[in-house]
Nanobody, 122 residues
Framework: QVQLVESGGGLVQAGNSLRLSCAASGRTFSIWIMGWFRQAQGKEREIVATINWSSGSTYYADSVKGRFTISRDGAKNTLYLQMNSLKPEDTAVYYC???????????????WGQGTQVTVSS
């Protein structure tokens, strides 16, 4: 498996920016897709953005399209999420996760980080 550690969360005012990082270790050669998810208090976890580790192709949820950018640094085995124009509704715990090569589905995330809190005040 891949071990994941998120960082970069914090408290910001609406309209400001944050950059989250997710450092991967272990079987990093097995990474196929990485994604950012979030879970607000009392709500279900939702997907935010994903990236194909080798091709760099990306997907964004409609709620963050145009404001968030997912990227990766293969040499550092690190995933990023640049979040601009933050809104109070972006408040949540953000998690990164991995789909390994050979998974039956591109949605089979089997490694998860511990999460980092993002709080956006109005």
């Amino acid at each position: 498996q891949v071990q994941l550690v998120e960082s970069g969360g914090g408290l910001v005012q609406a309209g400001n920016s944050l950059r989250l990082s997710c450092a991967a270790s272990g079987r990093t050669f097995s990474i196929w897709i990485m994604g950012w998810f979030r879970q607000a208090q009392g709500k279900e976890r939702e997907i935010v953005a994903t990236i194909n580790w080798s091709s760099g192709s990306t997907y964004y949820a409609d709620s963050v399209k145009g404001r968030f950018t997912i990227s990766r640094d293969g040499a550092k085995n690190t995933l990023y999420l640049q979040m601009n124009s933050l809104k109070p509704e972006d408040t949540a715990v953000y998690y990164c996760a991995v789909v390994p090569r050979g998974a039956a589905s591109s949605r089979d995330y089997d490694s998860w980080g511990q999460g980092t809190q993002v709080t956006v005040s109005s």
